[in-house]
């Protein structure tokens, strides 16, 4: 089936379910991603189809509707983040059950113009993706969204204090990565990344410990201290 800008929701969904793939299924359930309704669609032929059909909002808001893993997937890549509003974004956000969904959403919602409403508001909420989401917008906004000040990024890090202590996986790799991206940014963000990478690499919890060491190991590699200079 050839796509194109004008593909209605079904017949992307329908070009989705004939690329079915099942060893790629499971190689998904290998690294912690939900498969109850994927598809096994792999990145390059999720990007073809994305170049063929464009965006369009109101067209991914059908195939987020489906449920489909894979037609969330192709939601995501071809909504509109000037048109995507508070409401569908919360509303998508709690339908998050996998990683590799909100990590590639977080990219989606650092482009709308209230994203750090969502970062706050997510950081917050007690569900394990959506508090993920939080902290993988942080983490993608640092690298993406080039004319933010730095005292931006240096302003979460109370935040990513305050919750370096949540144990779940999902989270702690997110509050780690967010931390690590934010000393990385460049020199004036790396001394109080670090200086808070050291401090949770001395806490009490080992949750938060993880984190500080971890951080403070990439955060003092050689290589990223000359890219910094």
């Not at 050839?2 to 793939?21: C, F, G, M, W, Y």
């Not at 669609?41 to 999720?46: A, G």
Request: aromatic fraction near 6%; proline fraction near 4%; charged fraction near 30%.
């Amino acid at each position: 089936m050839k796509l194109s800008p004008d593909s209605p929701a079904e017949d992307i969904v329908a070009h989705l379910q004939t690329l079915r793939n099942e060893a790629n299924i499971a190689g998904m359930s290998r690294f912690g991603i939900d498969t109850a309704t994927a598809l096994g669609i792999t990145t390059p032929q999720m990007k073809a189809i994305v170049r063929q059909v464009k965006k369009d909002h109101a067209r991914a808001l059908k195939l987020w509707n489906t449920g489909l893993r894979d037609a969330r997937m192709a939601a995501i890549l071809t909504a509109d983040p000037k048109t995507l509003t508070r409401a569908e974004a919360d509303l998508w956000a709690g339908d998050f059950n996998s990683w590799e969904i909100v990590d590639t959403a977080a990219d989606l919602f650092t482009k709308t113009p209230f994203w750090k409403e969502l970062v706050a508001e997510f950081a917050e909420d007690e569900r394990e993706f959506v508090r993920r989401t939080a902290f993988a917008m942080i983490a993608g906004a640092v690298v993406h969204n080039k004319n933010e000040p730095d005292k931006t990024f240096i302003a979460y890090l109370p935040l990513i204090e305050a919750h370096s202590a949540d144990p779940r996986n999902f989270v702690k790799k997110a509050v780690n990565w967010a931390l690590r991206n934010i000393g990385k940014r460049n020199r004036t963000c790396h001394t109080p990344a670090l200086a808070l990478s050291q401090k949770l690499a001395a806490a009490a919890d080992k949750t938060a410990r993880w984190i500080g060491k971890d951080a403070v190991r990439e955060l003092s590699n050689e290589k990223i201290l000359a890219r910094l200079k």
